[in-house]
T-cell receptor, first 110, second 116 residues
Framework: QKEVEQDPGPLSVPEGAIVSLNCTYS??????FMWYRQYSRKGPELLMY????GNKEDGRFTAQVDKSSKYISLFIRDSQPSDSATYLC??????????FGKGTHLIIQP | SQTIHQWPATLVQPVGSPLSLECTVEGTSNPNLYWYRQAAGRGLQLLFYSVGIGQISSEVPQNLSASRPQDRQFILSSKKLLLSDSGFYLC???????????????FGAGSRLTVL
């Protein structure tokens, strides 16, 4: 059964802080791991994806996957007020679509 | 470049009325197409997906149906809406656009449905 657990928050941090967002999943067969960002009343947009254990960096964002623990993380460095949004982890990658976590609502305080 | 269009953006419908939401994709051929629903506190729930014209897979038994009359067109319908059908409906397309083969999904702007 596909399940992805994600703390819905809200998570409130001061501007400039390092943010850590996390998800756990139950099915070890999953191959691809993604993070989406969704602003209020908008569609989700892809931030990053990875398919192996380890880290992947893109600017201020780092995605981390630990397949042995079934744990995925997104780190945001030097957080900005414009980073305030809901962050959704997603796993899967086959033609049958992605399974999403419920999303974490992030608030960056100026 | 590929774009995805979804309409209407917002609608308010009475219980028992029909529904039709439409989604089209431009700039790609034979995409995988998806309908998700996002309800408050429940995250994104996959409703239907399609890997080709006329091929529809349903993930959740419900009051809704989907059709794919053309390669890049995906329609979500209902004959009689229920209060529980309220939510934010998102269309997405995918199809191996990454080197690793991951089926990354690109979402439309969404259709917000309120059933009264």
């Amino acid at each position: 059964q596909k399940e992805v657990e994600q703390d819905p928050g809200p998570l409130s941090v001061p501007e400039g802080a390092i943010v850590s967002l996390n998800c756990t999943y139950s099915n070890s067969a999953f191959q691809y791991f993604m993070w989406y960002r969704q602003y209020s009343r908008k569609g989700p947009e892809l931030l990053m994806y990875t398919y192996s254990s380890g880290n992947k960096e893109d600017g201020r964002f780092t995605a981390q996957v630990d397949k042995s623990s079934k744990y995925i993380s997104l780190f945001i460095r030097d957080s900005q007020p414009s980073d305030s949004a809901t962050y959704l982890c997603a796993i899967g990658g086959g033609a049958d679509g992605l399974t999403f976590g419920k999303g974490t609502h992030l608030i960056i305080q100026p | 470049s590929q774009t995805i269009h979804q309409w209407p953006a917002t609608l308010v419908q009475p219980v028992g009325s029909p529904l039709s939401l439409e989604c089209t994709v431009e700039g790609t051929s034979n995409p995988n197409l998806y309908w998700y629903r996002q309800a408050a506190g429940r995250g994104l729930q996959l409703l239907f997906y399609s890997v080709g014209i006329g091929q529809i897979s349903s993930e959740v038994p419900q009051n809704l149906s989907a059709s794919r009359p053309q390669d890049r067109q995906f329609i979500l319908s209902s004959k009689k809406l229920l209060l529980s059908d309220s939510g934010f409906y998102l269309c997405a397309w995918g199809g191996g656009q990454t080197l690793s083969g991951a089926n990354v999904l690109t979402f439309g702007a969404g259709s917000r449905l309120t059933v009264l």
